[in-house]
C-alpha cells in the first residue's frame, strides 16, 4: 500500500482546510487508516482514524467538533476536514494505513504499518 496526501498549506486561525489521502493497493474490511501530526520539536501524535468497513470514527480529543473524517471508497481516498483551526494545529500532517487493527490500538503510531509522506499544515495568528 502506497499513500499520497495532500491539501495542506496556510490558514487563517478559524479557518478551514482538507486534507486528503489517497491509497494504492489492496483495502478491504480490515481496512484502517488515520491521520497523525508532528509539530516541531514534538513526537508525533494521534489526530484521527476511521474504519473502512463502517466507517466508524476516532478522534483526538483536542479536535473533536472541529476535524471530520470521510472515505470514498471508490476514489480509496479519506479526506481530513480541519474547521476553526488553531495555531496549535500547525504541524506536519501524515497519513497512515494498516490492517485489523484493534480498537485499542487505533491511537497508536506503531499499530500503523503504511504512512504517506506528509503535509504542512500552519495556522497562523
Known amino acids: 500500500v502506497q499513500l499520497q496526501a495532500s491539501g495542506g498549506g496556510l490558514a487563517q486561525v478559524g479557518g478551514s482546510l482538507r486534507l486528503s489521502c489517497t491509497a494504492s493497493g489492496h483495502t478491504d474490511s480490515s481496512y484502517v487508516m488515520g491521520w497523525f501530526r508532528q509539530a516541531p520539536g514534538k513526537e508525533r501524535e494521534f489526530v484521527a482514524t476511521?474504519?473502512?468497513?463502517?466507517?466508524?470514527?476516532y478522534y483526538e480529543d483536542s479536535v473533536k467538533g472541529r476535524f471530520t473524517l470521510s472515505r470514498d471508497k471508490a476514489k480509496n481516498t479519506v479526506y481530513l476536514q480541519m474547521n476553526s483551526l488553531k495555531p496549535e494545529d500547525t504541524a506536519v500532517y501524515y497519513c497512515?494505513?494498516?490492517?485489523?487493527?484493534?480498537?485499542?490500538?487505533?491511537?497508536?503510531?506503531?499499530?500503523?504499518?503504511?504512512w504517506g509522506q506528509g503535509t504542512l499544515v500552519t495556522v497562523s495568528s
Open positions: 497512515a494505513a494498516g490492517y485489523r487493527l484493534i480498537t485499542s490500538s487505533l491511537r497508536i503510531l506503531r499499530s500503523y504499518d503504511y
Open positions: 476511521i474504519r473502512w468497513r463502517d466507517t466508524m470514527s
